[in-house]
């Protein structure tokens, strides 16, 4: 390919975003835009988003707005639509998320999740903020999903945001090659962090894949004086143990670069999400964790000199 066409490319290459979030204010410093990004290697059990994690366009169905017009059956190509007294169904083994049945469906029961989006797409977004991140001192922040799986877009995205003066932060679970990381570091302000359990068969029983790589990363990247948040998710029964939150503490101390520790307490409003999606929700069954158990949690991580926040 010429040189021409290799830039041709890369301005038309398009990842599917799930959603845009403006004005969030727990996803780095400052005032930020939100970019969610489909596609995820994990599979956590008690994942809020699990529309994030496919990486194509997605059909979610709200049978509560659904006023039985059966407009959408006749525009459905794969006829994988049904429409009964009580509600709408989708066959997802014939249903292949053209979209279609939206442009008919008014009342939004039935939604395509994601969108492809270019560089030159979503730097236009971020842009419509930029006084909001000059007085804010905020900026742009890559989320999902995991922003590293298409390591390409996110440099081009990243350099883009950079040029224009805008703050970036990436929010990653890690677990993306080292290759995937490097390239991008000299555009990032600093990592949201995920760490999800310090033993690696509890990680792996708990969200599908090992840690080794995701420790890993975070050492190398901390190596680089980049400042990281540490985003520990906590679970009962799963890794709020003391001697997890420990190791994890004891991790994340050694990690030169860390700015503070940030305790996100379990919470079940993604279970809509799953309905949406005909998905069981797993931990439907897990109760909440009291608020003096958090702060307990947030004092063994404080015994071992991090600052420590508890989100949400």
Same mark, same amino acid.
């Given at each position: 390919?010429?040189?021409? @066409?290799?830039?041709?490319?890369?301005?038309?290459?398009?990842?599917?975003?799930?959603?845009?979030?403006?004005?969030?204010?727990?996803?780095?410093?400052?005032?930020?835009?939100?970019?969610?990004?489909? @596609?995820?290697?994990?599979?956590?059990?008690?994942?809020?988003?699990?529309?994030?994690?496919?990486?194509?366009?997605?059909?979610?169905?709200?049978?509560?707005?659904?006023?039985? *017009?059966?407009?959408?059956?006749?525009?459905?190509?794969?006829?994988?639509?049904?429409?009964?007294?009580?509600?709408?169904?989708?066959?997802?083994?014939?249903?292949?998320?053209?979209?279609? *049945?939206?442009?008919?469906?008014?009342?939004?029961?039935?939604?395509? =999740?994601?969108?492809?989006?270019?560089?030159?797409?979503?730097?236009?977004?971020?842009?419509?903020?930029?006084?909001?991140?000059?007085?804010?001192?905020?900026?742009?922040?890559?989320?999902?999903?995991?922003? =590293?799986?298409?390591?390409?877009?996110?440099?081009?995205?990243?350099? $883009?945001?950079?040029?224009?003066?805008?703050?970036?932060?990436?929010?990653? *679970?890690?677990?993306?090659?080292?290759?995937?990381?490097?390239?991008?570091?000299?555009?990032?302000?600093?990592?949201?962090?995920?760490?999800?359990?310090?033993?690696?068969?509890?990680?792996?029983?708990?969200? @599908?894949?090992?840690?080794?790589?995701?420790?890993?990363?975070?050492? $190398?990247?901390?190596?680089?004086?980049?400042?990281?948040?540490?985003?520990?998710?906590?679970?009962?029964?799963?890794?709020?143990?003391?001697?997890?939150?420990?190791?994890?503490?004891?991790?994340?101390?050694?990690?030169?670069?860390?700015?503070?520790?940030?305790?996100?307490?379990?919470?079940? =409003?993604?279970?809509?999400?799953?309905?949406?999606?005909?998905? $069981?929700?797993?931990?439907?069954?897990?109760?909440?964790?009291?608020?003096?158990?958090?702060?307990?949690?947030?004092?063994?991580?404080?015994?071992?000199?991090?600052?420590?926040?508890?989100?949400?």
């Amino acid at each position: 390919m010429n040189e021409t @066409g290799t830039r041709e490319e890369k301005t038309t290459a398009k990842r599917i975003v799930l959603n845009i979030s403006r004005m969030t204010t727990h996803n780095g410093p400052g005032i930020r835009t939100l970019v969610m990004f489909k @596609g995820c290697p994990l599979r956590c059990l008690w994942c809020s988003t699990p529309e994030s994690q496919k990486s194509e366009p997605e059909l979610a169905v709200f049978p509560g707005k659904c006023i039985k *017009c059966g407009e959408c059956i006749s525009l459905c190509p794969s006829h994988a639509l049904a429409v009964t007294k009580d509600t709408i169904s989708i066959n997802r083994s014939l249903c292949n998320s053209c979209g279609k *049945c939206t442009q008919a469906c008014y009342s939004e029961a039935i939604k395509l =999740l994601g969108q492809p989006m270019s560089v030159d797409d979503l730097l236009e977004e971020a842009k419509k903020d930029l006084i909001i991140y000059k007085h804010s001192g905020g900026g742009v922040t890559l989320s999902g999903g995991e922003p =590293l799986l298409h390591p390409d877009f996110t440099g081009r995205l990243v350099s $883009a945001l950079k040029e224009e003066g805008i703050s970036v932060g990436v929010d990653t *679970c890690g677990q993306v090659p080292w290759s995937s990381i490097e390239p991008v570091l000299p555009y990032v302000d600093f990592f949201l962090w995920d760490i999800k359990h310090m033993d690696l068969e509890q990680h792996r029983k708990i969200t @599908g894949s090992p840690n080794n790589i995701i420790l890993s990363n975070a050492r $190398a990247v901390s190596e680089r004086n980049i400042p990281i948040y540490i985003r520990i998710p906590i679970i009962p029964n799963y890794n709020d143990s003391e001697e997890n939150i420990r190791a994890t503490s004891e991790f994340a101390s050694n990690l030169s670069s860390v700015v503070e520790v940030d305790l996100l307490p379990l919470h079940h =409003l993604g279970k809509a999400r799953y309905d949406s999606l005909h998905r $069981a929700y797993p931990l439907a069954d897990v109760p909440l964790v009291p608020d003096n158990i958090m702060q307990d949690i947030k004092r063994i991580v404080e015994s071992y000199r991090l600052n420590c926040s508890v989100v949400g």
